[in-house]
Structures are given as structure tokens and as C-alpha cells.
């Protein structure tokens, strides 16, 4: 079960967002607010894993109060204002519902809600995992492990690189999340900005490892770690 709150400051939105609410079966309304500052002291004492958030609001606006959550839940922005779509995107939200939108558009986006909620709830993997799912423009796309020849980072964005595709994946992660999650024996850090896949390496020469014909950048930071992936046992 997701728990939510619906913020915004115009009563018959909210009486048509808790209307909505109450007809999906995943999602148990915890609280309606008309501003911020409601829903911020809502979030201190009560657990909220999605926030249905208007924009336009006195005080403090929809945006200026997700930016200000260290931690923020989902959240679905709700609003009249189609130009704050991309910013709504840069702060990965799990969708953008626009005023005045059907009961169809609005279970479309607690599907996709819900999607993001099961992965984080997930446990650890004990095993070393052979694909994952990232955000891409509010579509959760598939990406196997074995399937990345490089990344490329993009100070909040990565850039993957797959041997299946010429086209590489863009989706907003930083290279030390992407890190983390991969398979530290399949994967070389050369570079601040690139991760390379070691099975796919070719070749390596004084300042980049070679993809087939494509170059990635080895930095003199990192140069040690291809010193240790060429010398690393055979199993």
C-alpha cells in the first residue's frame, strides 16, 4: 500500500484528487493540505511515500517545496502550468498530470508511481545482478548489465553505452550511484566521467582503453586501476 497526501491550495482540486485516490486500490490517502508548509509538517510525523503536488501555491510554490526535501518521496506533480514540465523532469518526479486531466491520465500516473515505489522497495541483492531498470522521460527502461560496453557521465546525468544500440541511454543518475549498483569485477573506472565494461575492452593504449573502434579516456588518476584490472588473477 502506497501512502499519500494531495497538495493544493484550490478545495476542489483536492476533493477530486482524494475522490481519485480512494478508487485506487494501491494507494490509502493519508492527509489533504491546501499549502507547503501543511504537508511539510505532515511529513515530519507521518510516513508518505507519494505526494500528489500542485505548483502554484502562496508562500512556497510546488517546486521551491520539493527542492527543499532532503529525502522527498514520489511525487506526482499536478498543475495548470505545462511549462514547468521539463524542471518537473530535472527533479525526477514520477509524473506530470495536467489540469484538467481525466480519471484514465490519473491512473496511468499512480501505475507508473506505483512501478517506481516496488523497485525502491526491493531488498538488496545477495547476488550480483544481471539488469536493472532506470528512469528515462518518465519511462522505466530495461537495461542488461551485459549489454554495456561504457558510461559516460554528465555531471547529474549518465550516458549508457550499449553494445545492442547506437543510440546510448540518457537518464539522471550520478556515476557513483551507477557505481554502486554495478558488478565491481565486470566494470574499470578510467575517468572521473567514464566506467568501462572490462569484457569489452579490445585494447588498451597509453591514455584511453579501446571499445572496438571507440576510445574511452583513461585519466592519470585512474591509470592504476587498469594496472590492476591487466594484472587481476584469471579465475
Do not use: W
Not at 476542489?12 to 508548509?37: G, H, M, S, W, Y
Not at 571507440?214 to 592519470?220: G, L, M
Amino acid at each position: 500500500m502506497i501512502r499519500c497526501i494531495a497538495v493544493d491550495d484550490e478545495q476542489l482540486v483536492r476533493d477530486l484528487l482524494e475522490d481519485n485516490i480512494r478508487q485506487i486500490p494501491f494507494l490509502q490517502l493519508v492527509k489533504t493540505c491546501k499549502n507547503a508548509l501543511e504537508a511539510a509538517e505532515v511529513l515530519q510525523t507521518t510516513q508518505v511515500d507519494l505526494i500528489f503536488l500542485d505548483i502554484q501555491m502562496p508562500r512556497l510554490n510546488g517546486l521551491q517545496f520539493l527542492q527543499s526535501l532532503k529525502n522527498p518521496p514520489l511525487v506526482i506533480l499536478v498543475t495548470a502550468y505545462e511549462q514547468y514540465a521539463l524542471e518537473g523532469f530535472n527533479l525526477q518526479v514520477a509524473d506530470y498530470l495536467l489540469k484538467p486531466f481525466s480519471f484514465e491520465r490519473f491512473l496511468k500516473a499512480c501505475n507508473r508511481a506505483n512501478d517506481l515505489f516496488r523497485l525502491q522497495q526491493q531488498p538488496a541483492a545477495t547476488e550480483e545482478i544481471t539488469d536493472f531498470f532506470v528512469n528515462v522521460e518518465y519511462t522505466l527502461v530495461k537495461i542488461v548489465v551485459s549489454d554495456i560496453t561504457y558510461i559516460e557521465g554528465l555531471k547529474d546525468y549518465i550516458r549508457i553505452h550499449l553494445s545492442s544500440s547506437p543510440k546510448p541511454v540518457l537518464t539522471r543518475m550520478t556515476m557513483k550511484a551507477m557505481e554502486e549498483k554495478l558488478p565491481a569485477a565486470a566494470f574499470v573506472r578510467t575517468h572521473k566521467s567514464f566506467l568501462a565494461a572490462v569484457a569489452k575492452i579490445t585494447s588498451i593504449k597509453r591514455d584511453f582503453v579501446c571499445i572496438g573502434v571507440t576510445e574511452v579516456p583513461v585519466s592519470e588518476f585512474y591509470k592504476e586501476n587498469i594496472t590492476r584490472m591487466i594484472n587481476r588473477p584469471e579465475k
